[in-house]
């Protein structure tokens, strides 16, 4: 029995040393992750009202620079909506490249626009955030804030805030 784990623990270490443990290349790539957001963009009131949401993006770390590979919205019923960039550009001024201590906003209002007939068929969605990092540090930092404004449906002219609430994205995949 002494023998065989002699055996053993040597054939372990010489197939360490003959090739890098996979967790080793996950750290030369850095760590990132996947978060899942809720999200809304309609139309409520007849065209009176609008819903919609800010994601809001943070980059908490010293010296680590995080990237949002892709986004990717899905309607209530799975239909992918948008995959940025993918198959859709992220909208313009969205930095989905945050150094240090860097934020960045993503509105529906870039993705879906003001008029009725460019918003979802449902209002309630899922929202798939993919990200990487440079090296190992903190996670990806994501909130969404649902905001309800009043809005001419005449004109399209946004009017007073009417509700606004707050929610924290999860994390359902981290690469440590």
């Given amino acids: 029995m002494h023998i065989r784990s002699k055996l053993f623990a040597s054939l372990a270490v010489s197939l360490w040393i003959a090739s ?19 999200g809304t963009h309609g139309f409520q ?7 919609f949401t800010n994601y809001n993006f943070r980059n908490f770390n010293e010296s680590t ?16 909506l948008r995959n940025m960039p ?3 550009p992220f909208p313009p001024g969205f930095n989905n490249n945050l150094r240090p201590h860097q934020s960045s906003t993503l509105s529906t209002f870039d993705i879906f626009g003001n008029a009725p007939g460019t918003a979802p068929a449902t ?3 899922q929202t798939i955030v993919q990200w990487s990092a440079s090296a190992r540090g903190l996670d990806l930092f994501a909130h969404m804030a649902r905001q309800d404004l009043g809005r001419d449906a005449a004109t399209g002219n946004l009017l007073e805030q009417r509700a606004r609430s707050l929610f924290r994205c999860v994390t359902i ?4």
């Fill in 20 to 38: 890098p443990p996979a967790f080793a290349q996950e750290l030369e790539r850095g760590r990132g992750g996947t978060l899942a957001c809720g």
């Fill in 45 to 51: 009131l007849g065209g009176n009202e609008i819903t």
């Fill in 65 to 80: 620079t995080i990237t949002i590979d892709s986004i990717t919205i899905y309607d209530a019923d799975g239909t992918v």
């Fill in 86 to 88: 993918a198959a859709d």
């Fill in 123 to 125: 209002t309630a969605f």
């Fill in 173 to 176: 995949r981290s690469i440590r």
